[in-house]
């Protein structure tokens, strides 16, 4: 299993295919009853992408199932799931499947933990050679709410916030 970081990416190799092909699941937190909120945020900004983009509220392998990768925005609390819904994630990943962790949120501590809040826009610094991407550029983030990671055992950078 390939695991990175991108503000906690974990990518397995299968997932090369090109970004128009890729069905996203955005996991919708209020949808669930946990907490945060929700992910109308990066939905709107898939769909504005090109991106074919669903919302999910529960992490049973006949959900996972239906996607290439899954985005956990926001998520405070996941609400109510099943027991093992973290070895779900994972094995989804083993699977072929991708796990973007963003935004305060970071259930998979093997790839990265945050340990600090920061605030105000940064320059993102690309600092890996990763198919996700290939072609981006250095650039500003666009907004001013970061975490400061601590890389965990199964975590490599590829995107750097200036602290």
């Not at 990518?11 to 090109?18: K, L, M």
């Not at 605030?119 to 996700?132: C, L, S």
Request: negative net charge; proline residues 4%.
């Amino acid at each position: 299993m390939r695991i990175a970081l991108i503000v906690g990416l974990m990518v397995s190799g299968a997932v090369v295919a090109e970004p128009g092909t890729w069905r996203i699941g955005v996991f919708d937190t209020r949808e669930a009853g946990g907490e945060g909120v929700g992910p109308r945020f990066a939905v709107e900004a898939l769909v504005k992408a090109g991106y074919q983009v669903e919302t999910f509220a529960d992490f049973s392998p006949l959900t996972l199932a239906q996607f290439d990768i899954l985005w956990l925005a926001d998520m405070h609390a996941a609400g109510p799931q099943p027991e093992d819904w973290r070895r779900q994630l994972v094995a989804f990943v083993q699977a072929g499947g991708g796990v973007l962790q963003s935004w305060h949120h970071h259930v998979l501590g093997e790839v990265g933990l945050g340990i600090r809040r920061v605030f105000g826009k940064r320059q993102m610094t690309i600092v890996a050679d990763q198919p996700a991407l290939q072609g981006m550029a250095d650039f500003a983030a666009s907004y001013g709410d970061h975490m400061v990671e601590q890389l965990g055992p199964q975590g490599t950078v590829l995107v750097k916030t200036e602290v």
